[in-house]
T-cell receptor, first 117, second 114 residues
Framework: NAGVMQNPRHLVRRRGQEARLRCSPM?????VYWYRQLPEEGLKFMVY????????ESGMPKERFSAEFPKEGPSILRIQQVVRGDSAAYFC???????????????FGQGTRLTVV | AQSVTQLDSQVPVFEEAPVELRCNYSSSVSVYLFWYVQYPNQGLQLLLK??????LVKGINGFEAEFNKSQTSFHLRKPSVHISDTAEYFCAVSERQAGTALIFGKGTTLSVSS
């Protein structure tokens, strides 16, 4: 069973461009979480999705950021008109059921490191 | 909403010494508690978790953690560390209700030297 797959591993974008980060959850997992990691800030929760639904997006900036998890295909985190401050590592995690409903662990991908130049 | 505080940002220790990484949480409801480890340029890997029952939880690589409800703590311990334990360690909490995600602390960098 392959783990959580994120691509690309590294992404370089110029200011003003769009960044698309992809996450394929583990087989059988319908819950996906996105986190952003900055040095010395730990992992900040961004959004929690469950197949076609956004469960919690309280950690996602209101502008320029969006996320989806369609019925078919990977989850996508989209950042429009990127700025230097968007440079960070973005991690995706998945679980078979919600971490809060059953205490199941979340399995993490290796992250996408976004650099805005 | 829940929150996690990891009291030490960096912990340097010598090989074979014991170590404790501290974690305190805040929540208005019951929680599940987790410790994850992150090696350089890698994703996070689960070390152990507390769901219910015995307050002492054993995990992988010789780590253990103790849940203390009165002190709202979940400290991670290892009696004898190895060079290979050098990594960043994250404490996380999830409220015991549907629709909640893991919330992480800022992490503790454990540096083991010989």
């Amino acid at each position: 069973n392959a783990g959580v797959m994120q691509n690309p591993r590294h992404l370089v974008r110029r200011r003003g461009q769009e960044a698309r980060l992809r996450c394929s959850p583990m087989k059988g997992h319908s819950h996906v979480y996105w986190y952003r990691q900055l040095p010395e800030e730990g992992l900040k929760f961004m959004v929690y999705l469950q197949k076609e639904n956004i469960i919690d997006e309280s950690g996602m900036p209101k502008e320029r950021f969006s996320a989806e998890f369609p019925k078919e295909g990977p989850s996508i985190l989209r950042i429009q008109q990127v700025v230097r401050g968007d440079s960070a590592a973005y991690f995706c995690a998945s679980s078979p059921s919600g971490t809060g409903s059953s205490g199941t662990e979340a399995f993490f991908g290796q992250g996408t490191r976004l650099t805005v130049v | 909403a829940q929150s996690v505080t990891q009291l030490d940002s960096q912990v340097p220790v010598f090989e074979e010494a014991p170590v404790e990484l501290r974690c305190n949480y805040s929540s208005s409801v019951s929680v599940y508690l987790f410790w994850y480890v992150q090696y350089p340029n890698q994703g996070l890997q689960l070390l152990l978790k507390y769901l219910s029952g015995s307050t002492l939880v054993k995990g992988i690589n010789g780590f253990e953690a103790e849940f203390n409800k009165s002190q709202t703590s979940f400290h991670l311990r290892k009696p004898s560390v190895h060079i290979s334990d050098t990594a960043e360690y994250f404490c996380a909490v999830s409220e015991r209700q549907a629709g909640t995600a893991l919330i992480f602390g800022k992490g503790t960098t454990l540096s083991v030297s010989s």
